[in-house]
């Protein structure tokens, strides 16, 4: 028993040390920043949506989906604004402005070009618990098929990364992958408010295959300009790079997984002649 105390004791002990190491190793320019005093409430916000997520069959059970036509129209068209102007301050920030496809530390100085990546990738950041309203709405319209295990789980996980990108890391090399992130939110969130204006604007949507084929080309990019750095040496934590690479190969297999079970098997299903099962087709992943 004493044994097993004296083993909690030293757990919590290296718990508490790696804590600490945190807020010693932290970039002190976002010290201010709002949500970034502490992970617990981006990690409370977190538990919260995977909480609500897993109750919502029984919120909604007796209730009517709601109709929010209007309302999807206006936040999907914000958020291709928002998209966009993250998109762009990364490339102004950073990716137009000297950075190097290859070992890229993280400019802690106080450049006016530095601060304005600061600045972004916490507004990236921020973005990501907006984007968990993406969720909610689903569950509210009763569009439980949307709510998939990618999308929730993709969805949960980025806010408290995040946080702690922001909070040790926030350019440099790491920042690559949310380029492209912020790139590809904007397309799709196009496509969103597009569909949410009604039958109409349905001619418009012809490439909605496409923005799965982007994503998984996003991630093949991601783990190729990730996997560079474990043969070279750069001054950008190591610890990073492995968590950028294993997150895009683990969304590389889910989103290659529903590629082929959404187009390929259907479209194999049809040239033999047999028909596909049901909701096979329509089940899209919100873009990762």
Known sequence: MAQS????????AKAIR??????ENADPRVENYFMMDSPIPSLLICLAYFIFVWISPAIMKDR???????????YNLAMVVLSTYIFYEFLMAGWLRGYSLGC????YSDSPQALRMVRVCWLFYISKFIELLDTIFFILRKKFNQVSFLHVFHHGIMPISWW????LV??????????LNSFIHLVMYTYY????????????????????SMQITQFVLVMIHSSQLLFMDCNYPKFFVYWIGLYALIFLVMFANFYIKAYLKPKMA???????KNGSIGNKPKAS
């Open 270 to 276: 049809q040239a033999s002649g047999q028909t596909p």
């Open 5 to 12: 105390v004296t083993m909690d004791e030293g757990i919590i």
């Open 104 to 107: 890229q530390p993280v400019d």
């Open 64 to 74: 009517k989906p709601l109709e929010m036509r209007n309302l999807m129209v206006v």
């Open 18 to 23: 790696s804590y600490d190491n945190i807020f």
């Open 170 to 179: 926030p350019g440099g090399f790491g920042t690559f992958h949310s380029l």
């Open 193 to 212: 408010g597009l569909s949410a204006m009604g039958p109409a604007f349905q001619k418009y949507l012809w490439w909605k295959k496409y923005m799965t």
């Open 164 to 167: 702690f990108g922001v909070k």
